[in-house]
């Protein structure tokens, strides 16, 4: 399977500032997929970012909040925008695998950040 | 909304006792997944099961999928210290939904030495 390599793995941050995750795959991959993990909840899908096309984001999320760039078929990054205390939480990014087209999927290690 | 409901949200057992947490989702599913999150870290995928198979296992991981009921069931036999995660079941729809998974709300498993 994939390895990804996420950063920063954590960070603090200050009200109003933006901070941009960077998530690294060892192989190329179609579509990567971001997710959000707020405090002790599970896990919410932002966007999927498809390389040479806009990112499709979930209801919920919006480009202006959750920018994403898709370079190449290894790269991605996710910009939180404007950030706000609600922010904090574990930004995941992951890809997808598997047979017959199940998508299993990898995740990197997630990027805990927490807003001042 | 999520798809998957998981109980109990939390779960403490002796060192080889046998844990089963389940998961109950709203929609036809094209395979359901089970993962395994280590303190707050990235998670990694366990075990799939797909709709028409009723039951898979994988070392000491049981899986059961009940389509009509719409539940699953996962079961860690003779646990260890090391299996103390939270574990999280999602559901894949299928194409027509992009092949998304829908992550439920996790259960939080402690084995006590």
């Known amino acids: 399977s994939a390895v990804i390599s996420q950063k920063p793995s954590r960070d603090i941050c200050q009200r109003g500032t933006s901070l941009t995750i960077q998530c690294q795959v060892d192989?190329?991959?179609?579509?990567m997929f971001w997710y959000r993990q707020q405090p002790g909840q599970s896990l919410t899908l932002i966007a999927t970012a498809n390389q040479g096309s806009e990112a499709t984001y979930e209801s919920g999320f919006v480009i202006d909040k959750f920018p994403i760039s898709r370079p190449n078929l290894t790269f991605s990054t996710l910009t939180v925008s404007n950030m706000s205390p609600e922010d904090s939480s574990i930004y995941l990014c992951s890809v997808g695998r598997g047979p017959s087209g199940a998508n299993v999927l990898t995740f990197g290690a997630g990027s805990r950040l927490t807003v001042l | 909304s999520q798809q998957g409901e998981e109980d109990p949200q939390a779960l403490s057992i002796q060192e080889g006792e046998n844990a089963t947490m389940n998961c109950s989702y709203k929609?036809?599913?094209?395979?359901l997944q089970w993962y395994r999150q280590n303190s707050g870290r990235g998670l990694v995928h366990l075990i799939l099961?797909?709709?028409?198979?009723r039951e898979k296992h994988s070392g000491r991981l049981r899986v059961t999928l009940d389509t009509s009921k719409k539940s699953s069931s996962l079961l860690i036999t003779a646990s260890r210290a090391a299996d103390t995660a939270s574990y999280f079941c999602?559901?894949?729809?299928?194409?027509?939904?992009?092949?998304?998974?829908?992550f439920g709300g996790g259960t939080r498993v402690l084995v006590k030495p």
């Open positions: 999602a559901t894949d729809t299928g194409k027509a939904a992009g092949n998304k998974l829908t």
């Open positions: 099961i797909r709709s028409n198979e």
């Open positions: 192989s190329q991959v179609t579509m």
């Open positions: 929609t036809s599913i094209n395979n």
